[in-house]
């Protein structure tokens, strides 16, 4: 990602949205990706988790990451946290860069990379796919209606302990990564059909942020 910064006026890699879609990719990105050697087909590679073993393939159900007609969209395996230049269109229509939080019912500022230099060094880039389709504190048997490849939920979430995720790899702006506690992570944002965990770091929080962080925490779910 750093590497594609420094050949694009320091953006890194758009992810989907506005609002941001961090378990897919558009066109947009997938073009960068490619520009890095990154496939965002012929799956399984860097951009799935190699604890979730493909199903078994038909002409459905494809190996991530993979190519989603119906959404026109590529299906990722990792949570991709980043945003990108907002065109003519999307400012026409008031669309605009934030987190937008189901489990807090309100949106914040956005606290993920568009440009390297503007980022902080300690947000999360990426992170494993603890999504919850269920919205609740059932974890089995998830599925997104939207879309038919079942490979996209079939393992999610992927580490689980006693019912409930153990936590998740994150890998962060600064090129570092760690295991993060499932007791740590917050339901930061999301695009209406589910919740989406993750940890960072709250050191650049504005106070709207702040105050909803227990309404936001993994230990609700």
């Known amino acids: 990602m750093i590497t594609y910064a420094q050949d694009a006026d320091d953006y890194v890699v758009p992810g989907k949205g506005p609002p941001m879609v961090q378990l897919c990719m558009g066109a947009p990105g997938q073009a960068?990706?490619?520009?890095?050697?990154?496939?965002?087909?012929?799956?399984?590679?860097?951009?799935?988790?190699?604890d979730c073993p493909p199903l078994l393939e038909t002409a459905v159900n494809?190996?991530?990451?993979a190519y989603d007609a119906g959404g026109s969209q590529y299906l990722l395996g990792y949570q991709y946290f980043?945003?990108?230049v907002v065109t003519p269109m999307q400012q026409m229509l008031?669309?605009?860069?934030?987190?937008t939080s189901?489990?807090?019912?309100?949106?914040?500022?956005?606290?993920?990379?568009?440009?390297?230099t503007t980022s902080?060094?300690?947000?999360?880039?990426?992170?494993?796919?603890?999504?919850?389709?269920?919205?609740?504190?059932?974890?089995?048997g998830q599925n997104d209606p939207y879309v038919a490849n079942k490979n996209f939920t079939a393992y999610v979430p992927p580490h689980m302990k006693g019912g409930k995720p153990a936590g998740g790899s994150e890998v962060f702006c600064d090129g570092s990564a760690a295991w993060c506690q499932w007791q740590t992570m917050f339901e930061f944002s999301d695009w209406g059909n589910s919740y989406l965990f993750w940890y960072q770091d709250s050191a650049d929080f504005?106070?709207?942020?702040?105050?909803?962080?227990?309404?936001?925490?993994?230990s609700r779910f």
């Open 82 to 84: 980043s945003g990108s």
């Open 62 to 65: 494809v190996p991530l990451p």
């Open 120 to 140: 902080k060094s300690y947000w999360a880039l990426a992170a494993d796919d603890v999504c919850n389709y269920n919205k609740n504190g059932n974890w089995f």
């Open 94 to 99: 008031g669309q605009t860069w934030k987190w």
């Open 206 to 218: 504005e106070p709207a942020l702040m105050a909803k962080l227990p309404q936001m925490s993994a």
């Open 32 to 50: 960068a990706a490619q520009q890095l050697g990154l496939s965002l087909t012929n799956g399984p590679n860097i951009w799935t988790c190699p």
């Open 102 to 116: 189901g489990a807090a019912g309100q949106s914040f500022n956005f606290h993920s990379p568009i440009k390297r």
